[in-house]
């Protein structure tokens, strides 16, 4: 399963870790997913995968 919002499609961002020395090397910053259950128009509920800033824009728009 991809790490991505099934909403927004948010997903994984790269960047890099640096040292005190300064030294690069690679990581990942992942997209904070949060596990809800929605109900479909024809009444049956599926669960999604939201980034929790989706969620939290869900919540503030109604």
């Known amino acids: 399963m991809a790490r991505k919002c099934a909403i927004t ?3 994984p961002l790269v960047g890099n870790n640096v040292s005190h020395a300064n030294n690069r090397t690679k990581r ?3 997209p904070n997913l949060r596990t809800i259950r929605i ?3 024809d009444g049956t509920t599926r669960k999604i995968r939201v980034a ?11």
């Open 9 to 11: 499609g948010k997903g």
């Open 28 to 30: 990942r910053f992942l």
């Open 39 to 41: 109900v479909l128009e």
């Open 52 to 62: 929790a800033s989706t969620l939290r824009t869900m919540k503030k728009n109604g």
